[in-house]
């Protein structure tokens, strides 16, 4: 077993991480680790499966039910969503902070 693929069947978001952040780094490590051997539903169930509770009740709520219950492909369009706008909240943030407003 590769560090890779062992790193990406254990994933986990990270308190501390938002859910931007711990896409992008799912995403990093698919990438360079392109033969892993795991099928696109696999793939998203292990990412799913690596969030923290909150992040779990924002995607259900925001699929409007469980995530579990959607398609592969509406679950990937769901998390590409919601990881762009989280991109962008993230950015409106930091500008505000360097025009010293918070």
Request: hydrophobic share 40%.
């Amino acid at each position: 077993m590769n560090q890779g693929w062992a790193t990406i069947s254990s994933f986990k978001q990270g308190v501390d991480k938002c859910l931007s952040e711990a896409w992008d780094r799912y995403q990093d490590l698919l990438s360079n680790t392109p033969i892993h051997g795991f099928n696109d539903a696999l793939q998203i169930n292990m990412f799913l499966d690596g969030f923290i509770t909150q992040s779990k009740l924002m995607l259900d709520a925001s699929a409007g039910g469980k995530i579990a219950l959607k398609t592969l492909s509406e679950t990937y369009e769901l998390i590409d969503n919601m990881a762009s706008n989280d991109h962008e909240i993230q950015h409106e943030w930091i500008l505000e902070q360097r025009k010293g407003i918070f």
